[in-house]
């Protein structure tokens, strides 16, 4: 895996025009930028970093502790199992992705910084750096993958009562509408001046989103991304939550991606369409010359079907997100693959050979893009390893075929910890941790007492 220096000759390469330090510091001087967002990802995708002023940002080295990595959803470290050092990282700016924070007062910019040790080698449990190993599989064969990610998140209204149940905020009518409107315009235009903040700030900071539909929960949307390179996308997903979360806030509302924030509603999914083009002429490998399904193909999709469920703790992070496997809502229960069949867990589109792919349904948006991103075109890679032939397409609803995912996320931490396919794609020290971390989350879990329990179990049992 390439270290700093040949980190800096990748971005230089990409001619974006901030691509050297003077360059950076340039473009921080011409916007009047005060101040720096170094983002890391942790392995939730939540933002870690510090915040630098502009005028030091390239002054010297930046460092954080190596154990942000170990920090449950809740900030807890967890115990040392995973051998975590708490030494320092050296953060390096990835500045292609220099850009404005369009939500705060003061100019301030943000950018991402990939993470190393003090020999130049890049620390493989970073979410952004297993995302780039993965990539250098297909480099190594001369395939580029293309994803195109569908976020799916609820509005809702502000709560200081962790107990109480949410509902859908108040529109711009000053009503609270908590029908099912699927593909509503009126309901979407209810939000119309949230929809065109969150528009506007996705502009200014360059996250090519596509389109915005009302989903079927009250209050529920799903954007869609524009094709392309998936280290790409998963900083736009990522940026993305961050400035639906912040527009949000600005509206006197709240955003959520949890998978099943509300009981007896649709729950939220990140779905993933994935192709895989040829690096030297971007032909689609995924179709035959003759326009027909390649082996290669259905090698892909017997991949996703064989290994996902080693790798269901990176679709289904939490204990909520099993919540979501319901056999209604167009959420799946199984990996059967049919052709425009939404009712699978591997949707193929009806497109033509050039656009062939498939839509991987079985994330929640409660993922860490970087991650499920990794993981689907991990599964799929190992398939095409394998020689793998994937069976016939299912016609008809998938939701008559029986459960077959994991039912509760302890099954899935088992089956990944003990994935050698996991560990080989992956890596074996982000595996270990991410694992260690899931157990972390879980024993948090198991020591809070639910209202459930309190109100049918505490006055009968």
């Given at each position: 895996m390439?270290?700093?220096?040949?980190?800096?000759?990748?971005?230089?390469s990409?001619?974006?025009?901030?691509?050297?330090?003077?360059?950076?510091?340039?473009?921080?001087?011409?916007?009047?930028?005060?101040?720096?967002e170094?983002?890391?990802?942790?392995?939730?995708g939540?933002?870690?970093?510090?915040?630098?002023p502009?005028?030091?940002?390239?002054?010297?080295?930046?460092?954080?502790?190596?154990?942000?990595?170990?920090?449950?959803?809740?900030?807890?470290?967890?115990?040392?199992?995973?051998?975590?050092?708490d030494?320092?990282?050296?953060?390096?700016?990835?500045?292609?992705?220099?850009?404005?924070?369009?939500?705060l007062?003061?100019?301030?910019?943000?950018?991402?910084?990939?993470?190393?040790?003090?020999?130049?080698?890049?620390?493989?449990?970073?979410?952004?750096?297993?995302?780039?190993?993965?990539?250098?599989?297909?480099?190594?064969?001369?395939?580029?993958?293309?994803?195109?990610?569908?976020v799916?998140?609820?509005?809702?209204?502000?709560?200081?009562?962790?107990?109480?149940?949410i509902?859908?905020?108040?529109?711009?009518?000053?009503?609270t509408?908590?029908?099912?409107?699927?593909?509503?315009?009126?309901?979407?235009?209810?939000?119309?001046?949230?929809?065109?903040?969150v528009?506007?700030f996705?502009?200014?900071?360059?996250?090519?989103?596509?389109?915005?539909?009302?989903?079927?929960?009250?209050?529920q949307?799903?954007?869609?991304?524009?094709?392309?390179?998936?280290?790409?996308l998963?900083?736009h997903?990522?940026?993305?939550?961050?400035?639906?979360?912040?527009?949000?806030?600005?509206?006197?509302?709240?955003?959520?991606?949890?998978?099943?924030?509300?009981?007896?509603?649709?729950g939220?999914?990140?779905?993933?369409?994935?192709s895989i083009?040829?690096?030297?002429?971007?032909?689609?490998?995924?179709?035959t010359?003759?326009?027909?399904?390649?082996?290669?193909?259905?090698?892909?999709?017997?991949?996703?079907?064989?290994?996902?469920?080693?790798?269901?703790?990176?679709?289904?992070?939490?204990?909520?997100?099993?919540?979501r496997?319901?056999?209604?809502?167009?959420?799946?229960?199984?990996?059967?693959?049919?052709?425009?069949?939404?009712?699978?867990?591997?949707?193929?589109?009806?497109?033509?050979?050039?656009?062939?792919?498939?839509?991987?349904?079985?994330?929640?948006?409660?993922?860490?893009?970087?991650?499920?991103?990794?993981a689907?075109?991990?599964c799929?890679?190992?398939?095409?390893?394998?020689g793998?032939?994937?069976?016939?397409?299912?016609?008809?609803?998938?939701?008559?075929?029986?459960?077959?995912?994991?039912?509760?996320?302890?099954?899935?931490?088992?089956?990944?910890?003990?994935?050698?396919?996991?560990?080989?794609?992956?890596?074996?020290?982000?595996?270990t941790?991410?694992?260690?971390?899931?157990?972390?989350?879980?024993?948090?879990?198991?020591?809070?007492?639910?209202?459930?329990?309190?109100?049918?179990?505490?006055?009968?049992?």
């Amino acid at each position: 895996m390439p270290g700093i220096r040949s980190r800096v000759a990748e971005q230089e390469s990409q001619g974006c025009g901030v691509s050297d330090k003077e360059a950076f510091q340039a473009w921080l001087t011409k916007r009047k930028i005060e101040d720096v967002e170094t983002l890391v990802p942790d392995m939730a995708g939540a933002a870690r970093g510090k915040l630098l002023p502009a005028d030091k940002c390239g002054a010297g080295e930046i460092k954080m502790p190596e154990a942000v990595f170990a920090q449950t959803i809740s900030g807890n470290y967890i115990d040392n199992e995973a051998n975590v050092e708490d030494r320092d990282m050296l953060l390096v700016p990835d500045i292609t992705t220099l850009r404005t924070v369009p939500w705060l007062k003061a100019p301030t910019a943000s950018v991402f910084v990939d993470c190393f040790s003090k020999d130049g080698s890049p620390i493989n449990m970073a979410p952004r750096q297993v995302l780039r190993n993965v990539l250098a599989l297909y480099e190594a064969k001369g395939w580029t993958p293309v994803v195109a990610p569908e976020v799916e998140f609820y509005l809702i209204n502000p709560s200081a009562d962790a107990n109480a149940e949410i509902g859908p905020p108040e529109g711009r009518l000053g009503r609270t509408d908590a029908t099912r409107q699927p593909y509503s315009i009126d309901q979407m235009n209810d939000f119309d001046p949230y929809i065109n903040e969150v528009y506007s700030f996705c502009e200014e900071q360059g996250i090519r989103i596509d389109a915005l539909t009302q989903e079927m929960g009250p209050a529920q949307f799903e954007i869609n991304f524009l094709h392309g390179d998936p280290l790409t996308l998963a900083d736009h997903v990522f940026l993305f939550k961050r400035t639906v979360r912040e527009a949000a806030i600005q509206h006197e509302m709240h955003a959520t991606f949890l998978a099943k924030p509300m009981a007896g509603e649709a729950g939220s999914a990140l779905h993933i369409h994935q192709s895989i083009v040829n690096s030297a002429d971007g032909i689609n490998i995924f179709s035959t010359r003759t326009g027909r399904q390649s082996k290669l193909f259905s090698s892909y999709i017997a991949g996703l079907q064989k290994y996902m469920p080693e790798a269901l703790l990176i679709f289904a992070p939490y204990v909520n997100s099993y919540r979501r496997f319901l056999n209604s809502w167009a959420s799946p229960i199984n990996l059967a693959w049919g052709i425009d069949n939404r009712t699978v867990g591997l949707r193929v589109p009806d497109s033509g050979p050039e656009a062939r792919r498939v839509e991987n349904r079985l994330a929640g948006s409660d993922v860490n893009p970087y991650l499920a991103i990794a993981a689907t075109l991990a599964c799929g890679y190992l398939g095409i390893e394998d020689g793998l032939k994937a069976g016939e397409p299912v016609e008809g609803s998938a939701y008559d075929i029986p459960f077959s995912l994991h039912p509760h996320i302890t099954a899935s931490i088992d089956a990944m910890k003990n994935s050698d396919a996991m560990r080989k794609t992956l890596g074996d020290e982000f595996v270990t941790l991410y694992c260690s971390l899931k157990e972390g989350e879980y024993r948090e879990f198991q020591s809070i007492v639910t209202p459930w329990e309190r109100e049918i179990l505490l006055l009968n049992v």
